[in-house]
């Protein structure tokens, strides 16, 4: 049986360390973004958060001069901060109808699907959504890609964060896991767990948005900020930039 640090790649006393970390005091025109551990989007990388979404943002920073902090947190963490704190903004974030009018948003900066994973020694198959309903299906607190499957009636299993998701899944507590199609696939790649975990089925959602991540800003903050930064992710969206970054993860 795998370690759970096997699987799950962020410790609690990291968390601890990233969270403290949220109390810097930031110079004017600089923001707070906060993100949660989701790889290849957002993760820890040489001692920072990377990932896709990552650095699009930091390229996105230093083409439109704004100052820019970065703290990894559990997701519902995440999201109260950046409802709560002018200066602050969430990603990776699906732009929901619930969430559409709390903040203001930038991007895509990127895009996923929404995926169920199983074990490969449950060999079912899934042709829809509806399958599986007959099955324990796993996500976690705050995760719109969940919501969306539970709105199609599947009963859910929330774990605190994503990545308590694959040790159970391993374990049998779960027989399906929901995650982005990206997501899953590396953090399964990052265990070494392919010969062990497959993909059993990509969801097809009606709406587009359901399969972006944007960036979401606070509705508070600084007008001159905001449209800086929207700007530059415009153009590293553009030029091809974000493309590239993407590539590095594939």
Known sequence: MLALNEVFPMSFRTFVVMAASWFVTLPAMALHFVTED??????????????????????????????????MLPWVRAQSLARKHADTCMYSAVRTPAREPQFLWIGPLAEDQIALFARRDKPFVLTSLADARRYRVGSYTGDAYGDYVER???????????????????????????????????????????????????????????????????????????????????????????????ARYR
């Open 38 to 71: 989701s790889p290849p989007f957002s993760m820890m990388e040489n001692g920072e958060v990377g990932g896709i979404s990552s650095l699009v943002i930091r390229e996105s920073l230093k083409r439109s001069g704004i100052q820019g902090h970065f703290t």
């Open 152 to 246: 199609q009636g599947v009963a859910l299993d929330r774990a605190p964060s994503d990545a308590n998701n694959l040790p159970k899944l391993l374990s049998g507590h779960i027989d399906l896991w929901v995650a982005g199609s990206m997501v899953g696939s590396f953090r399964i790649k990052q265990a070494g767990l392919n010969d062990r975990v497959r993909l059993a089925l990509v969801v097809t959602a009606g709406d587009l948005k359901v399969t972006q991540v944007w960036l979401a800003c606070n509705r508070g903050v600084d007008p001159g900020a905001f449209a800086k930064l929207r700007d530059a992710v415009k153009s590293v969206l553009e030029d091809g930039t974000a493309g590239a970054i993407a």
